[in-house]
């Protein structure tokens, strides 16, 4: 329940964390040529940090016992 | 195979069934079950956030410059991570105040002013217009290229089109007609339109299936798989460039920028407040969408670089618009149906957007612009109407046309220069400027009206010349030297580079100089004064949440005759009666006549006519019937103080109240017990006082016939005066009793406490009565005496106790054939001693009457048939002895089967405490008068049950 103090202030962490992942200067450190996964790097980590970011905010959510 | 005809007939039948699917939830909702009473739903609409926008203009941004379409879906994913604190906020603030629009929620946080709410409308109005000038050129043009299969042909400018050939023109009408028919069919108290929702949801699944297939075919069907498109256009450096981004601060710093700005436009744009606030069923459903809606923003771009990548390896460079590359691969490849879909997809994109916009704009345009100023024109006589319902929905129907007749001109004007999202982010930041009066007003209380007006002028003013004015000028429709040399030629002023600004982007410049105009006089003007005394109301209703129920901000007062018909006019009277019915019944009464003229109905009837016609409006409209007495500062602040007060007050209250009734229940049982002891009281008196009179009737009696009769012979004399002395003797031992009684149970009694053998005691006891149980021919038996059991104990008191049971139980037994047996044990922890009879024994339940004092004289147990001699005292005064030294004195007995008085005292070693502290308390009774009693008269008992 997003009413209780608590969930609210873990998704404010992720919010956080969201602001992390997706600003400098994590994102210079993937800005670059080559390839991960077959994909380029920038576009790698903003994709898979965002699927990451989403499984955390729906973990936290969706938990019931709290 | 895709003629015109076709695309148009394709078009009009998912229009159909979308309108079908409205309907259907109307009709549901109208019978109680809600469609869309559902999170899965609810995350589902809120993907009207993308548009054509994300639709096509995303893979065109991709194709300018790679992964920059992405941030404008990275800025809603965190803004639902801040819901627990902004959005669930938001949306129970709207539901408490009926706030249905972003303009309401403005007006009504600062006082509920007018003028806030029409500013905020003109702003959203002037702001949005180009968004939708982007969903009609974005359908147009993928109508013409799709109607002109199997040429990939790229539309004309539309300002080379003459006006009644432009399909976009066509498109607004339609569109225009569908709104209307969605949004304004009937007048709802809530503004909540059940039917658009469930088709915005639908809509929201055909796009992301659609745009899902284009990039599924692209990846899987023209190449082999993600990794094969990247590794080609790795190989063309022309490509090659958009994998990576410009590493410098600036670039960062616009990607930072259009983050926030995304944030910001995902919770104020008119219709995301719309879907999300006021469409909203129920806060819970805000969980899933929590995660459910950044899902699926990630699902709608998971193939927008490959295929922005897949457009620019597969046509020769500038030949066709990045921004249709989703609609040109399938017909570069003849996939006809996919291409269909593509454009059908496209479509969902368009309408959603653009029904849910209008009809919000439509709301604020119609509660907070044109009913504002109509009901102020005197001359137009509106507010003796009857009947403004119909009026109301007259107005939102032309607000619908006009709105999109702005779009379409905003097109044919200035939608040529810029790609799809350029447009659309222009729109993103005429709402940004929102971002400080809504927030702030959510957090700060000392924001006053005249901050929001300043903020709100200040950014639009700024945001027009920095960025809506260039959009114009580099039309052609402003001349270009404003862009390049500033107005009037002054280079500080030109509109991109203010104040020389340089470095940014256009959007990261006008939101850096507009957005700190903003907040600077937001902030700024607010503190120039206190906020008044509307305004302060507000704030704590938005910001601290206080719930204000009980009072009001209507100091006087209007009945319901004059309320009812103010309400009818704007709502139609059947839905008017319908909400004070509800109203009545929710305080309990039964009809909306028994209301009381108060200022909760006023209240009541602000916040019902504030869904229909905006709040500001709503308090000028109840103004105009009720006596307002209006409140001062100090007047709220003291309302605000007594609300906080009282409920501090009510939390003593209540526990002070609690502590009070533990309190009258112990005094209750208090009571009880004192009554008790005071009947007790009284009888033990006239016990008292009847057994003193029985012996001293003889006494007198006897005395009187030797007084009276001299001549009396002296064996008569004799014999009368031993029973003179017998009963003097029964009398001074009932007198001792009773003082000896009074003694112990006051705690003045002396006690000697010391080691005493038990068996010495029985002994002495038995040999003191010896005489008596003879004189009756009564066996008494003493075999069972165990030796050396000694305990801490009062000698001559134990002795008491011990005549007392012997003398009691010869008392009942019967003559010549009675018999007592004495038995004394120890264990470790104690010393027990019985007292056995062959009696008559006494009933189970009498085991305790018979402690009680003067039990057999009370006359209250009628198991007495025959009134035994005695004082009635000996077992009372016993148990008070046995218990004193911490022992315990009970009877085992069945009626007719003999008594067994049982009496234990605890052992010497172990007990030394106890005994201790009942040697303390000994020295603490005080030096008493008498001394121990020594009752060895041979007729006393206590009180026996059963019959003797």
């Not at chain 2, 929905?393 to 007749?405: P, S």
């Not at chain 2, 502590?659 to 005071?678: C, G, K, P, S, V």
């Not at chain 2, 009773?738 to 038990?758: F, M, N, P, Q, Y």
């Amino acid at each position: 329940m997003i009413r209780t103090r608590l969930v609210a202030q873990r998704l404010a962490f992720l919010f956080l964390l969201g602001c992390l992942f997706f600003n400098y200067p994590l994102l210079s450190v993937f800005n670059q040529g080559g390839s991960l996964f077959g994909m380029p790097p920038l576009y790698a980590w903003l994709m898979a940090s965002w699927l990451v970011l989403i499984a955390l905010l729906a973990l936290v959510v969706e938990r019931k016992h709290d | 195979m895709l003629q015109g005809w076709v695309i148009v007939l394709a078009s009009f039948l998912y229009l159909g069934v979308l309108f079908g699917i409205a309907w259907y939830a109307d009709h549901r909702a109208d019978h109680g079950r809600s469609l869309i009473a559902n999170p899965v739903v609810y995350a589902l609409s809120l993907g009207v956030y993308c548009t054509t926008w994300t639709f096509y203009g995303s893979v065109g941004r991709a194709a300018a410059n790679g992964i920059g379409f992405l941030p404008i879906y990275l800025g809603p994913t965190l803004l639902f991570a801040l819901a627990g604190f902004i959005l669930y906020r938001m949306i129970r603030v709207a539901k408490s105040n009926r706030i249905t629009s972003i303009a309401d929620l403005v007006a009504s946080r600062y006082g509920k002013s007018q003028l806030l709410g029409g500013l905020v409308t003109v702003i959203a109005v002037v702001g949005v217009i180009p968004y939708i000038a982007l969903q009609l050129k974005a359908v147009s043009n993928s109508f013409t290229i799709l109607s002109s299969y199997p040429d990939i042909v790229m539309p004309a400018s539309a300002g080379a089109v003459p006006l009644f050939q432009d399909s976009a023109l066509y498109v607004a009408m339609i569109l225009a007609a569908f709104t209307i028919l969605f949004g304004t069919r009937h007048l709802d108290a809530t503004e909540r339109h059940e039917g658009m929702v469930a088709a915005i949801a639908v809509e929201s699944i055909v796009k992301l299936v659609a745009f899902l297939a284009v990039g599924a075919f692209v990846v899987w069907g023209l190449h082999g798989g993600v990794a094969d498109i990247f590794a080609r256009a790795a190989e063309v450096p022309e490509v090659a460039r958009r994998l990576t981004r410009a590493d410098t601060s600036a670039a960062y710093g616009s990607w930072g920028t259009l983050i926030f700005l995304s944030l910001f436009a995902a919770l104020l744009l008119p219709r995301q407040f719309q879907i999300a606030v006021v469409e909203n069923v129920d806060v819970k459903h805000l969980n899933r969408a929590v995660w459910m809606f950044p899902l699926y923003l990630f699902l709608i771009n998971l193939f927008v670089l490959p295929v922005a990548l897949a457009g620019l390896l597969h046509f020769p460079a500038g030949t066709v618009d990045a921004d249709t590359f989703v609609l040109t691969l399938p017909m570069a490849h003849q996939q006809e149906g996919l291409a269909l879909f593509v454009f059908i997809g496209g479509l969902s994109a368009a309408t959603g957007m653009v029904i849910v916009e209008t009809i919000a704009l439509s709301t604020m345009v119609c509660n907070d612009l044109v009913m504002p100023l109509l009901l102020r024109l005197r001359w137009l006589g509106l507010a003796e109407k009857a009947d403004l319902s119909g009026l109301l929905l007259e107005i939102r129907r032309w607000a619908i046309a006009v709105i999109l007749g702005l779009g379409y001109l905003y097109f044919r004007v200035a939608g040529e220069a810029y790609a799809l999202v350029s447009i659309g982010l222009i729109s993103f930041a005429a709402v940004a400027q929102f971002a400080p009066v809504v927030i702030g007003g959510l957090f700060w209380k000392g924001g006053t009206r005249d901050g929001a007006v300043a903020g709100l002028v200040a950014g639009f003013v700024l945001w027009a010349y920095t960025l809506l004015l260039p959009s114009f000028a580099k039309s052609g429709w402003l001349p270009e030297g404003f862009i390049a040399h500033g107005l009037f030629g002054i280079e500080l002023l030109r509109p991109q580079q203010l104040l020389g600004l340089t470095g940014l982007d256009e959007i990261t410049h006008c939101l850096v100089w507009s957005l700190l105009a903003n907040l600077g006089a937001y902030v700024g003007v607010s503190l120039l004064r206190v906020p008044n005394a509307r305004e302060a109301r507000q704030a704590s209703l938005f910001v601290g949440g206080t719930d204000l129920a009980g009072h009001t901000a209507w100091g006087g007062s209007a009945g319901v005759a004059d309320l009812l018909p103010l309400a009818a006019r704007f709502l139609g009277r059947e839905r008017a009666e319908e909400g004070f019915l509800r109203h009545a019944r929710s305080r309990s009464l039964k009809s909306v006549d028994e209301l009381p003229g108060d200022a909760r109905l006023a209240n009541f009837a602000e916040t019902l006519l504030a869904g229909a016609i905006g709040s500001a409006s709503a308090r000028a409209m109840v103004a105009s019937v009720v006596s307002e007495e209006p409140l001062g500062l100090d007047e709220v602040m003291n309302i605000l103080d007594e609300a906080s007060q009282v409920r501090a007050y009510s939390r003593e209250l209540e526990q002070k109240s609690q502590e009070l009734t533990r309190a009258t229940a112990e005094l209750r049982q208090a009571n009880e017990r004192l009554r008790e002891l005071d009947r007790m009281k009284d009888d033990f008196i006239s016990t008292v006082t009847h057994e003193l009179r029985t012996p001293l009737t003889s006494i007198r009696a006897f005395s009187e016939m030797l007084h009276e009769d001299p001549k009396i012979d002296l064996a008569q004399r004799t014999r009368f005066l031993a029973i003179i002395v017998s009963e003097t003797v029964r009398l001074s031992r009932l007198i001792n009793q009773i003082l000896d009684l009074a003694k112990l149970e006051s705690g003045r009694a002396e006690w000697t406490v010391a080691a005493v053998d038990v068996g010495e005691v029985i002994r002495e006891a038995a040999d003191s009565l010896t005489a008596l149980f003879a004189e009756k021919r009564v066996a008494l038996d003493m075999d069972d005496l165990h030796p050396g059991l000694t305990v801490m104990a009062d000698r001559d008191r134990l002795m008491q106790v011990m005549v007392n049971l012997l003398s009691n139980a010869l008392k009942f037994v019967p003559a010549d054939s009675g018999r007592v047996r004495v038995g004394a044990e120890g264990t470790a922890s104690e010393v027990r001693v019985r007292v056995w009879d062959n009696g008559p024994g006494i009933h189970a339940a009498d085991h305790e009457v018979i402690f009680d004092k003067f039990r057999q004289g009370s006359g209250g147990t009628d198991v007495l048939t025959d009134k035994p001699q005695g004082t009635g005292l000996g077992l009372p005064i016993s148990r008070q002895i046995i218990e004193y030294f911490h022992g315990r004195l009970w009877v085992e007995s069945t009626s007719g089967a003999g008594a067994c008085f049982v009496f234990t005292l605890p052992r010497q070693a172990g007990d030394n405490n106890k005994l201790a502290t009942a040697e303390r308390e000994s020295q603490r009774g005080g030096p008493a008068a008498g001394a121990a009693l020594s009752d060895s008269g041979g007729k006393h008992n206590g009180v026996r049950g059963g019959s003797q």
